[in-house]
C-alpha cells in the first residue's frame, strides 16, 4: 500500500509540476502527507501575489491526474491540494485504530483529531445524508464515556431517529433517551432547567452536563425551544453545560444565533459551497467536496480545518460503556427566558476576530446583509453586527490616512 502511494504521489507531483509551468507559476514542493481517503502535496509560491491564479488550477489538475476531486486551499503560508485517491487505496478505521484518548478519527499522517471541551463549549455534528454525521456523533460519544465517569460527565440525549439506540442505559444518562416529539421537549426543558438550577446556585464546578441533541431541524420551531436553545449556547459555558448538536443540514430561522456559539465543528460531506461556508463558518474549506463515509474536517476557533477519516465505533466499544438502569423521566418546569446579558465566562467577539471573516466584509464592504451572513457563514445578528461595524470603521479610518498621506 505504501509503495502504490508514492507511486502515485511521484505522477501527481509530475502533473502539478506541468501545469504550473503551463499556466507560468513558480514555487517549490514544500511537503506530501497522505490521508485516509486522499494525498496532499503543499507548495511554497515564489510570487505570493499569484497565490488566487494557483488555487483556480483544481479542477484541471483533477482532470490531469483523472481523479474525481482536488480541493486546493491556503493553509500556513503554503498551498495545499488534495488529492482524491482511487477508492481502492481509500482505508477505513474503527475506533481499535485510535490510542486510549478523546479521539474520533484519525487525520494525515495518522494524527489523532479529538473532541475536547476545551476546544469549544459547544460542537456541531453536520453533513448529508450518507457523510457519516451520526457515525461521528457516536464515536465521539464513545470517547467521552469511555474517558469520563458517570460521576464526571452526565447525559441527555435527544434522538428523534432514534440512531443512538445503543446508548440508552449507559450509566451516565440522567433520563431515558428522547426519540418521540413529546419527550424531546421535555428533555429540552430538563436540561434548561439544570442549567438554571447551576445558575441560581453559582455551582460552577457541578459534573459536565453534554446535551446532545440529533437532528435539531425535527424539534418545534417555538418560543420555548428557540428560548431554551439560546441560553445554553450562550451561557451553559460557564456552568458546564455543553451542547452537541447532529444535523444534515441545519435550517431553523432561530439557528444561525445558536451556530454562532458552535465552535467546535465537525462537519463531513455537504451539498455545495453556500452549505459548507454556513456549516465550517469559513468560506472556502469546500465540504461539498469530501467523500462522504466518514471523510470530514474539524473545524476549530480561527477557520482551522483538519481533514479526518472518522473512527467507526463497533459493538465491542458500545459493550465497554458502563450501564445501569437509567432514572425514569421526570416532568420538566415551563423555561424561563434568560435576560440578554454577556456571560463572564464567555469570550467576547472581539477577541475571536477572524482575518479570513475581516477580509469577506472588507471585500463586500457595506452591501453584505445579515440575511447572507447567516445562510453563508452561519453568523448571529449579534456577530454580523459586530463585523459589519468594525469592517465599516476600519475602512473610513483607512480612507482618512489615506488622504492625510496625499
Given at each position: 500500500m505504501q509503495r502504490k502511494l508514492q507511486n502515485v504521489a511521484r505522477v501527481y507531483a509530475h502533473i502539478l509540476t506541468r501545469i504550473y509551468q503551463q499556466n507560468k507559476l513558480t514555487g517549490r514542493l514544500a511537503a506530501a502527507a497522505n490521508g485516509a481517503r486522499h494525498l496532499t502535496l503543499s507548495v511554497r509560491l515564489n510570487d505570493p501575489a499569484t497565490m488566487t491564479k494557483a488555487l483556480a488550477i483544481d479542477e484541471p489538475l483533477a482532470l490531469a491526474c483523472r481523479v474525481n476531486r482536488v480541493i486546493a486551499k491556503r493553509v500556513n503560508g503554503l498551498i495545499s491540494y488534495q488529492f482524491e485517491l482511487p477508492p481502492n487505496l481509500w482505508i477505513y478505521y474503527t475506533r481499535n485504530d485510535l490510542p486510549a484518548g478523546l479521539g474520533v478519527?484519525?487525520?494525515?499522517?495518522?494524527?489523532?483529531?479529538?473532541?475536547?471541551?476545551?476546544?469549544?463549549?459547544?460542537?456541531?455534528?453536520?453533513?448529508?445524508?450518507?457523510?457519516?454525521?451520526?457515525?461521528?456523533?457516536?464515536?465521539?460519544?464513545?470517547?467521552?464515556?469511555?474517558?469520563?465517569?458517570?460521576?464526571?460527565?452526565?447525559?441527555?440525549?435527544?434522538?428523534?431517529?432514534?440512531?443512538?439506540?445503543?446508548?440508552?442505559?449507559?450509566?451516565?444518562?440522567?433520563?431515558?433517551?428522547?426519540?418521540?416529539?413529546?419527550?424531546?421537549?421535555?428533555?429540552?426543558?430538563?436540561?434548561?432547567?439544570?442549567?438554571?438550577?447551576?445558575?441560581?446556585?453559582?455551582?460552577?464546578?457541578?459534573?459536565?452536563?453534554?446535551?446532545?441533541?440529533?437532528?435539531?431541524?425535527?424539534?418545534?420551531?417555538?418560543?420555548?425551544?428557540?428560548?431554551?436553545?439560546?441560553?445554553?449556547?450562550?451561557?451553559?459555558?460557564?456552568?458546564?453545560?455543553?451542547?452537541?448538536?447532529?444535523?444534515?443540514?441545519?435550517?431553523?430561522?432561530?439557528?444561525?444565533?445558536?451556530?454562532?456559539?458552535?465552535?467546535?465543528r465537525f462537519v463531513g460531506q455537504v451539498d455545495n459551497a453556500q452549505t459548507s461556508a454556513l456549516l465550517t463558518g469559513h468560506p472556502g474549506l469546500h465540504a461539498h467536496r469530501l467523500t462522504g463515509k466518514g471523510d470530514f474536517l474539524h473545524v476549530t476557533g480561527g477557520g482551522n480545518a483538519i481533514r479526518f477519516q472518522v473512527a467507526k465505533a463497533t459493538a465491542a466499544d458500545f459493550n465497554r460503556i458502563e450501564r445501569r438502569p437509567t432514572p425514569p423521566a421526570t416532568a420538566a418546569p415551563a423555561i424561563v427566558t434568560i435576560p440578554e446579558t454577556a456571560s463572564p465566562g464567555r469570550p467576547s467577539i472581539a477577541s475571536e476576530l477572524d482575518p479570513k471573516l475581516l477580509a469577506y466584509y472588507v471585500h463586500a464592504a457595506r452591501h453584505f446583509s445579515i440575511a447572507q451572513a447567516a445562510q453563508r457563514l452561519g453568523f448571529s445578528r449579534r456577530r454580523h453586527d459586530f463585523y459589519k461595524q468594525f469592517t465599516a470603521e476600519f475602512l473610513d479610518e483607512l480612507r482618512a490616512l489615506r488622504g492625510a498621506s496625499g
Open positions: 478519527g484519525l487525520g494525515e499522517r495518522r494524527t489523532v483529531v479529538e473532541y475536547r471541551f476545551d476546544d469549544a463549549p459547544h460542537a456541531l455534528f453536520a453533513g448529508t445524508s450518507g457523510s457519516g454525521k451520526t457515525t461521528a456523533l457516536a464515536s465521539a460519544l464513545i470517547a467521552l464515556l469511555t474517558h469520563y465517569s458517570p460521576a464526571q460527565l452526565h447525559l441527555l440525549i435527544i434522538d428523534q431517529k432514534n440512531s443512538l439506540s445503543e446508548l440508552r442505559n449507559t450509566a451516565h444518562l440522567l433520563a431515558p433517551i428522547a426519540t418521540e416529539a413529546s419527550e424531546a421537549i421535555n428533555l429540552l426543558k430538563l436540561a434548561h432547567q439544570q442549567f438554571v438550577d447551576r445558575k441560581r446556585a453559582g455551582n460552577k464546578t457541578a459534573p459536565r452536563l453534554l446535551v446532545v441533541i440529533d437532528e435539531v431541524s425535527l424539534l418545534p420551531d417555538d418560543d420555548e425551544t428557540t428560548a431554551a436553545l439560546t441560553a445554553l449556547a450562550k451561557y451553559g459555558r460557564e456552568y458546564r453545560v455543553h451542547l452537541a448538536i447532529g444535523d444534515q443540514e441545519p435550517k431553523r430561522k432561530t439557528l444561525p444565533d445558536v451556530m454562532g456559539n458552535l465552535s467546535n
